[in-house]
């Protein structure tokens, strides 16, 4: 990563303003232009199916404990795709 001076880039007053919160430190200005996280390639999607897979078959009484063998995933992390699917679903209770 390359880095702009910002006296060559910016105004000076708002060089003293960022001053007032950050002085001398190094900041990182996020790009306007920036794409969400999956949104280059079909890996959201492809995880949105696989967790759907995983919340059908938990539905369907298939243990937490053989889903994370099934999909070599942690117990916590089905735990913790149940949880957001039943959320995403309106089912505080199953």
């Keep these: 990563m390359s880095y702009l001076r910002a006296e060559e880039v910016l105004p000076e007053e708002l060089i ?5 919160y950050v002085n001398g430190k190094t900041i990182y200005i996020p790009s306007k232009d920036k794409k969400d996280w999956g949104s280059k390639t079909d890996t959201r999607q492809i995880l949105k199916d696989r967790n759907t897979r995983i919340y059908n078959r938990y539905l369907e009484g298939v243990a937490v404990s053989m889903l994370a063998q099934d999909f070599s995933l942690s117990v ?4 913790r ?3 957001n699917s039943r959320v995403a679903a309106g089912n505080s209770e199953d």
């Design 16 to 20: 003293q303003t960022i001053q007032q």
């Design 76 to 79: 916590k992390s089905i735990q």
């Design 81 to 83: 795709i149940v949880r």
